[in-house]
């Protein structure tokens, strides 16, 4: 049977095309009930009207307490319905690590649901700061280290000024996330130039997720979510220092105190996640579930950031995935058969 690492996507990816989605695909009809009547109980829309809504609305579909569930359920469902293949570790990208641990088996699916649905509605509430995307690398996708040093020197030039907060949110492959207030925010932004017609880009409803600045959102959570609620991994877990939680060595309190800590108030580095399941886990594929399929370009630097199969460029990346693809996007319709109906041996 081929292997692969699951690859949980984050927040922003649950857009106007995945409308329905959820719904649609989610293999388990008394789990996704049992969601909803837990958001009805908390006073909160369910993920059923969120999904099956008449029009998508950012204002609505974005918000942390409703993207973050919803973001959830849509890869838990994902998960649930893999086969013919096997999982040999799970990672995801920054709140996909909440999804990755209920994929994993460290939380149960309601108790990850409990996780998610906490933190997103906690982030909310706060709202502290913002975020911003910038690209380091070009439309090749050929690593730059020199332009990626120079942009986190900004970054650090920046936050030393007066009442302006900045700071590496994530390491995204071949883009970072740069996260602070709001003069922190704006400085940086003014001193880029812009590149590929849309970048920097301000992302709406996000928070200065990673970061100092979320500390009370932190405590809040640890608070809010006991150790009990955590138990031992059943699949080896990446997480965002790149560090593996092998089945058997974590314990519940250290899941726990990194979840709602340093993964929470420390930068998020997807790229060393990657880079780590590439090599530790050695995978035939690399699996990201819904929703959307934003998340692929990411994992593709990041390989080509570790030199992963010797790939060095975009195109060295398309030729090998026309040849023997590796990265599937589970809501691809052409990529989602191969892993729910069976893959060959």
Known sequence: MKTAVLICPGRGTYTKAELGSLTRTFPDPNLLARFDTERARLGQETLTALDTAPAYSVSRH????????????????????????????????????????????????????????????????????????YPFMGEDWQHNPARHAELLALVIEI????????????????????AGNEPGLAAFEAAVPPVQTRFPLRLGNHA??????????????????????????????????????WPGAATTAALR??????????????????RTAARELAPDYFIIPGPGTTLGGAVAQSLI?????????????????????????????????????????
């Open 62 to 133: 974005t918000r942390g307490d409703n993207a973050s569930a919803l973001i959830y359920a849509c890869s838990l469902g994902d998960a649930l319905s893999l086969k013919g293949v096997e999982v040999v570790a799970v990672t995801g990208n920054s709140m996909g690590w909440y999804s990755a641990l209920a994929c994993a088996g460290a939380l149960s699916p309601m108790d990850g649901f409990t996780v998610v649905n906490t933190m997103g509605t906690l982030m909310q509430e706060a709202l502290i700061g913002g975020q911003t995307v």
């Open 159 to 178: 936050a030393a000024r007066p009442g302006h907060d900045l700071g590496l949110s994530i390491d995204l492959g071949g883009m970072l996330i740069i």
């Open 208 to 245: 200065a997720f990673h970061t100092a600045l979320q500390a009370p959102v932190a405590a809040n959570g640890r608070a809010a979510l006991p150790e009990t609620l955590f138990r031992q991994p059943a699949k080896p877990l990446v997480d965002g220092r790149g560090h593996v939680w």
């Open 257 to 274: 105190n990194y979840t709602l800590g340093h993964q929470v108030v420390e930068p998020y580095d997807f790229t060393a996640a990657i």
């Open 305 to 345: 950031r570790a030199n992963w199969r010797g790939l060095a460029s975009k195109s060295d990346f398309q030729r090998l995935q026309a040849e023997t693809p590796f990265l599937i996007s589970m809501a691809l319709p052409e990529q989602r058969p191969l892993v729910t109906e069976g893959m060959p041996k």
